[in-house]
């Protein structure tokens, strides 16, 4: 448990200065001892995210059962041992027990393979410690898990909370609470005034909240257990939202319409046999022996086995986390990625290329004071964190002061500033000249502006035509792939409360700055091979369209005509914003909504998107996307909000994810092909056979083995090494493709079925009663047979006809053939049964099944060819 005191609560949660909460949580504006913090950390134990525990193995075992699919299992099972049928109870038990176990096993062993990449990846806090008592104060960055009550902590735009805290000092804080209170806007948060305010949730920052823009030091109030986020997720008044993606409407979809189909059938068939043959209750074990032989109960464990293997796979080759695993599933299906441009296909490393006046000439002064914006930002900040930005243009201008030696600007003092943030495209420094207040200057305060050109020129004293053709100057800089920030000042007469953004009116424009920020290495090759593989790039980015376009193109992409936010601003018709969204390749100057705006209208167009990003800017996009990916280098947020991480620098493992996505789903449809089409002919020639004959077709236990036989050999496909060439375009599972595939195949099925039917009406003699276990044995022998050849010839897409080494599916197809003509003869054969059959029947069944192998070819490719 790790509640903090309870008075340093009520210190916290009321009012009372900085000093107060401090003394009440036993720390001080210094921060902790490391050696107090490790014994707190002892006595209030490791602040564990809520919901990020890991899940222990008993647990998911657990979870496993939950699953429908189980769950009817069980309920069959039940029925069962009712009827005190103790051979089908104890196949179902021995069904529900190894497919639990499976499906636990896979999924740990996803996670344990990504354990190490996450440690990579993950998320810390920065915090305020000391190394002894005497020793001076350091930030230093620390596991989440490792923080205590009394820890002070430095918040900066990106980060996650961390844990509870009360803010001791704010600059400009913004956070975002939907993980708390489903409010989408960032909402203010400051430390109180030294006389100690009442509205306390603004002096607080809650776990699982992040940081929108400014910077904060706050004092842990509460970790853990004790959280907020903790206790409203255990009095589960909060649910972490499961977004409906492409995994539940297949899949899931998928699984629901089978289960009401197998729902009906018990019933079903005690009714017919009630009704045609006058059996009463004795044909039930019959009954819930069909109902499981049509139930793909292996559906959850090879589902469960195909991603897991992909994701541990993806994990070891290619360093990427799969976080939840049906988004490798969804990552298969994407045919649209999003992907924002500033340090996902750029490096994030801009350096400054230029530096001019209104009339373009090169100017160094436009620099330096793009640059005392730069340092006074940074400076004022509660947290200094550079932005990329702001960074290259301090070293410019390092690099610049240095060979000039121009001093003036290093004597300015900073007032306030006034940072940017998602949606706001500008930062403002207030700055003054230090000195005697009796100057007139010192009066002064200058304000330092730069930001986006279309932003900084709204705000300049200038008449229509100068900032038309300042626009287009900025246009023809962005166009040549620079990053354009226009520069302008004011003089204003000092202001004693605190600045606000009306200030930012009537400035004197002063030049502009290029940037030029390099693409990420492999970035054109990732994309090349995005459109290869039939998914759609676009990119969203906040950035002028100019120098987007030019990216895109330096890309090899054809940018078409970039459209800029406001347009989309001004479409209030759904209908319009889909289509836009889909004919557009390139928006520009997008805010954080409306890149999310953009993904959604993607999605209700039908398409499934992916969204690549990496900012603060990219949250809400991130969100409302399919998969959110997000590379190694993302701020905290987004790592923590994407479904997928790519661990390393490399873009073209997003490639080999999407791939590993595709196999996965391809495989998972393999199965309920081959699964469905089989039962479903099965299930048909069971129900004729059964009308015709005065036995039972099967006796309940032959159906139960004859399943677990299947299942068995089945689980090979989760682990086939599909055709590369079914991968080069998303692959996406229809349930209405599926149904008409199982409704053809199942009935070339159910004919083989009966014609083998008609052979051991040949073959044997009588098919009386003593003909029964004949009968039973030859059926046993064509069924696993049939099932071996399905495998074989419905797989995705490799032929028979491959060389190298037999896969998985050979040695599980040779092991069910094997089954299948052995076990009638072996000693098993009688205790099941089943008796000895002439030779003569299996040269029939040769023919029988030689004709089933041509029909089921023709068939395949046939289906293969339709669209
Ligand atoms: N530190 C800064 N000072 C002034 N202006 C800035 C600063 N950072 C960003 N801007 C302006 O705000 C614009 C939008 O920034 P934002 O962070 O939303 O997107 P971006 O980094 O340009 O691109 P992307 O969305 O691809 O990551 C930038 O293009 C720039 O003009
Ligand atoms: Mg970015």
């Not at 590379?631 to 390393?648: F, N, Q, Y």
Request: with cysteine; glycine share 10%; aromatic share 4%.
């Amino acid at each position: 448990m790790a509640w903090a005191p309870e008075a340093s609560r009520t210190a916290a949660g009321g009012g009372g200065t900085n000093l107060e909460v401090l003394r009440a949580l036993e720390s001080g504006p210094r921060g902790l001892v490391e050696a107090e913090a490790e014994e707190r950390l002892l006595r209030h134990g490791e602040n564990v995210f809520p919901g990020r525990r890991p899940e222990p193995l008993p647990l998911r075992f657990a979870r496993s059962l939950r699953d429908p699919f189980t769950a009817v299992l069980v309920c069959l099972g039940l029925v069962s041992a009712v009827l005190a049928s103790w051979a089908t109870t104890c196949v179902i038990v021995v069904l529900v027990v190894v497919s639990c176990v499976l499906r636990a096993t896979g999924e740990h062993r996803a996670d344990r393979s990504a354990a190490g990449l996450r440690e990579l990846v993950a998320t810390t806090a920065t915090v305020r410690r000391r190394a002894t008592e005497t020793s001076p104060p350091t930030a230093r960055e620390v596991p989440v898990d490792q923080l205590v009550p009394g820890d002070l902590v430095l918040l900066s735009p990106g980060d996650l909370v961390p844990a509870d805290l009360r803010l001791l000092r704010t600059t400009g804080l913004t956070v975002h609470e939907a993980a708390l209170t489903g409010e989408s806007a960032p909402v203010d948060k400051s430390a109180p005034a030294a006389e100690g305010a009442p509205d306390d949730r603004r002096h607080l920052c809650f776990q699982g909240s992040s940081v929108v823009s400014g910077s904060g030091s706050g004092v842990v109030v509460a970790t853990g257990r004790g959280t907020l986020l903790s206790g409203a997720l255990a009095g589960s008044s909060l649910r972490t939202h499961t977004p409906r993606g492409p995994f539940d409407r297949s899949v899931n979809g998928i699984a629901w319409t089978l289960i009401r189909f197998m729902l009906l059938t018990a019933p079903l068939v005690l009714v017919a046999s009630a009704l045609l043959r006058g059996r009463g209750l004795e044909t039930l074990p019959f009954a819930v022996a069909v109902a499981v032989g049509l139930t793909p109960e292996m559906l959850p464990v090879i589902v469960t086995s195909a991603l897991a293997r992909g994701a541990a796979l993806l994990a070891r080759d290619s360093e990427v986390i799969v976080r939840r695993l049906p988004a490798l599933h969804d990552l298969g299906a994407v045919d649209v990625l999003c992907v924002d441009k500033t340090g996902t296909l750029t490096q994030d490393r801009p350096v400054v290329e230029c530096s001019v006046d209104a009339d373009g000439e090169p100017d160094p002064a436009v620099l330096r004071w793009a640059a005392v914006n730069a340092l006074w930002t940074l400076h004022l900040a509660e947290v200094p964190v550079p932005d990329a930005l702001d960074e290259a243009l301090l070293d410019a201008d390092e690099e610049a002061g240095a060979a000039a030696c121009t001093g003036a600007f290093d004597d300015y003092d900073g007032v306030a500033s006034l940072p940017c943030g998602p949606g706001r495209r500008i930062s403002t420094a207030v700055v003054r000249l230090p000195g005697d207040s009796r100057f007139a200057l010192a009066n002064t305060h200058t304000l330092v502006v730069k930001g986006a050109p279309e932003d900084v020129l709204d705000r300049c004293a200038l008449d229509d035509t100068e900032r038309e053709q300042l626009a287009g100057r900025a246009a023809a800089l962005a166009a040549d792939g620079l990053r354009v920030l226009a520069v302008a000042v004011a003089e204003r007469p000092a202001c004693s409360g605190p600045y606000t953004h009306a200030v930012e009116r009537g400035l004197a424009f002063t030049g502009f700055v290029g940037l030029r920020d390099a693409l990420a290495p492999t970035a054109a090759e990732a994309i090349a091979e995005l459109a290869r593989g039939g998914v759609a790039v676009k990119l969203l980015t906040g950035d002028h369209p100019g120098t987007a376009a030019r990216v895109c193109r330096e890309l090899g992409g054809d940018p078409g005509v970039p459209v800029t936010a406001d347009r989309i601003d001004a479409l209030t018709d759904e209908e319009e914003l889909k289509q836009l969204a889909a004919g557009t390749t390139v928006f520009a100057r997008c805010t954080p909504e409306h890149k999310a705006r953009i993904v959604q209208a993607l999605r209700s167009g039908g398409h499934t998107v992916g969204f690549l990003g990496d900012g603060v800017n990219d949250l809400a996009a991130l969100h409302a996307a399919d998969v959110g990916i997000c590379p190694r280098d993302g701020v905290d947020v987004a790592r923590e909000a994407a479904d997928v991480v790519l661990a390393s620098k490399d873009l073209t493992a997003l490639d080999r994810a999407i791939v590993a996505g595709r196999r996965s789903t391809s495989n998972i449809a393999a199965y309920l092909r081959i699964t469905l089409s089989s039962n479903v002919g099965n299930v048909v020639a069971m129900l004729v056979a059964g009308l015709m004959l005065p036995f039972l077709p099967m006796l309940p236990a032959q159906v139960l083995v004859q399943n677990l036989c299947f299942d068995a050999a089945q689980l090979a496909l989760a682990f086939d090494r599909p055709d590369p060439v079914a991968h080069n375009r998303p692959v996406v599972l229809r349930p209405r493709a599926l149904l008409r595939f199982v409704t053809g195949f199942g009935l070339l099925n159910a004919a083989a079925d009966l014609a083998t039917f008609g052979v051991l009406l040949l073959a044997v003699h009588s098919l009386g009663e003593d003909g029964q276990e004949a009968f039973h044995a030859g059926w046993f022998t064509e069924n696993l047979l049939t099932q071996a050849m399905v495998m074989l010839l419905l797989r995705s897409g490799r032929q028979l006809a491959e060389g190298g080494t037999p896969g998985p599916i050979r040695w599980a197809t040779a092991g069910l053939a094997v089954v299948g003509l052995l076990l009638p003869l072996s000693p098993m054969g009688p205790l099941l049964g089943m008796a000895v059959l002439p030779a003569m029947y299996y040269a029939l069944l040769a023919v029988v099944l030689a004709l089933y192998a041509v029909g089921l070819a023709a068939a395949r490719a046939r289906f293969d060819r339709a669209p």
